[in-house]
């Protein structure tokens, strides 16, 4: 097991807002890659409060019922399943899909899922997309184009994201477009690719 796997075990176990810590999936096989996320049920008997629980910020997430799977922003991937009340969690960034869309994305191309990866590259620069034609909307006052505008020469750098091998790398620069255009039409977004890097980092893609 890589050491960020057993080191998070460890404090969970040592946690006193747990009742119960039961590891499951690869982890407990000793199949894992740098990929790999840690997969984990856990019990307590009040709301978690799920940074508080891991000691880190959350850069990413998604919420199902009563589980979340998260990225940190240190990069690591954890499924946390948890039994016995609900999770919480910080404010979500306007961008929180998007984030946890690259941070999978990142992972299926690590392991030679292109299929999976390049489907959800896809959605992310289509996101890129989207964040162009709202600028091009705002500079022009209409949402309707018959010509041509500036920001249609945006449309290759989308396209370019498929025209190299596909790559971990691949989602962080799709979320970057995302971010930068986004940033663009709102000033006061600063875009945050950091928990993407950090994975990035820890499986050495």
């Not at 039961?22 to 740098?34: A, F, H, L, N, Q």
């Amino acid at each position: 097991m890589n050491d960020w796997r057993q080191d998070l075990l460890d404090r969970l176990r040592a946690s006193p807002l747990l009742t119960a810590v039961e590891p499951y999936g690869s982890v407990t096989t000793g199949r894992t890659d740098g990929w790999s996320d840690l997969d984990v049920r856990v019990g307590t008997r009040g709301p978690l409060d799920v940074e508080r629980l891991l000691g880190a910020r959350l850069w990413a997430w998604q919420a199902s019922g009563a589980g979340v799977r998260l990225v940190t922003a240190d990069g690591r991937f954890v499924d946390l399943a948890v039994e016995g009340a609900d999770v919480v969690l910080p404010t979500p960034p306007a961008d929180l899909a998007v984030r946890f869309d690259a941070a999978l994305a990142a992972v299926r191309l690590g392991r030679g899922n292109l299929l999976i990866g390049l489907h959800l590259v896809l959605g992310i620069g289509r996101e890129a997309l989207v964040e162009s034609m709202r600028t091009a909307d705002a500079a022009t006052g209409t949402d309707h184009h018959p010509l041509p505008t500036p920001w249609d020469a945006r449309a290759a750098e989308v396209a370019a994201l498929t025209a190299s091998p596909l790559v971990p790398g691949t989602a962080l620069r799709a979320l970057e477009l995302v971010g930068r255009w986004r940033a663009e039409r709102e000033p006061d977004v600063v875009p945050d690719t950091s928990g993407l890097r950090a994975l990035l980092r820890r499986a050495g893609g």
